[in-house]
Each structure stands twice: as C-alpha cells, then as structure tokens.
C-alpha cells in the first residue's frame, strides 16, 4: 500500500476561535500549535502545511503564576556589542499580549518556511472582539480548561 501524500486539492481549511481567558499559556500554545500543524486531521503530514486557521481572543488574559509574570524573559539581540535587550513576561504582557502568544506558538511549530508558512494563519487578540466573523470560525474548547489553584 502506497504512502498517502496530501495534495492541496485534499486539504480544507476551517477556522477556529479559542478563547484565552483563564487558560494557561503553554497548553492554551501546545493546543493551538497542533491545529496550526493539522495534526489533528487523519491527512497529516509532516512535510505538508494541512493545518487551519486559529483566532486567540482574549489573550491579555491569561492565567499566569506570579513568579513566570516577574521571572520570565524574552531576549533580543541586536546584532551589536551590547545590543542584548531583556523583557519580563509581566511587562511584555501589559504592552503587547498578542505578541506573547505568539512566540509560546512559534516555539511549537516547525523551524524554518514551513513553520513560517503555518504561524501566518494565526491570528491573535487581546479582548473579545475579532474581525474574522465573516469566515464562520467554530468555536473549539481546549482539553486543558482547568483552572489553576493559587
């Protein structure tokens, strides 16, 4: 029996809304990062982009222990001497969620085109309100909604 290989006429495209508030970053990110990848359909491939399109709203909201919110860094260099910059979590969240995020999204997906390919159907905000509802989305729960007791 042959190998299945996808082909773009096979794969369709939903769109999903998942709803940040209370959930935990990483699992919220390992969640959305497997249906960006398309892992969650039976035509996966690793090779292939056959993942849909996912709307994070609400993602100045997340649940966030109050040791990540101060210990947490994001680093950037410049490429200079003494070009390293540092950011807390705590800090990065009050002046961008969206981009927070993201990066927890990035880190999950494939490095190089194909990773890129897949985190530009991503699509983040930080209240309620999106411009996607054209597109239908469903909403879709994660598996991951308890809450954490602290």
Partial sequence: MP???????????????????????G???????????GKHKP????????GDHVVVINAAKLDLSLRKREQKLYRRH???????????????????PERVVRLAVKG?????????????KLKVYPDATHPHAA????????????KRSS
């Fill in 78 to 96: 410049s490429g200079f001497p003494g070009g390293l910059r540092s950011e807390s979590l705590e800090h990065l969240l009050a002046r961008d």
């Fill in 3 to 25: 190998t299945f290989q996808p082909k773009p006429s096979d794969i369709e495209r939903a769109w999903h809304v998942v709803d940040a508030d209370g959930a935990v970053l």
């Fill in 135 to 146: 597109q239908k989305p469903q909403p879709r729960t994660l598996t991951s909604t308890t």
């Fill in 108 to 120: 999950m997906l494939p490095k190089g085109p194909l990773g890129r390919q897949m985190l530009k």
């Fill in 27 to 37: 699992r919220l990110a390992s969640e959305v990062a497997v249906v960006l990848r």
């Fill in 43 to 50: 035509i996966w491939a690793p090779h292939v982009d056959t």
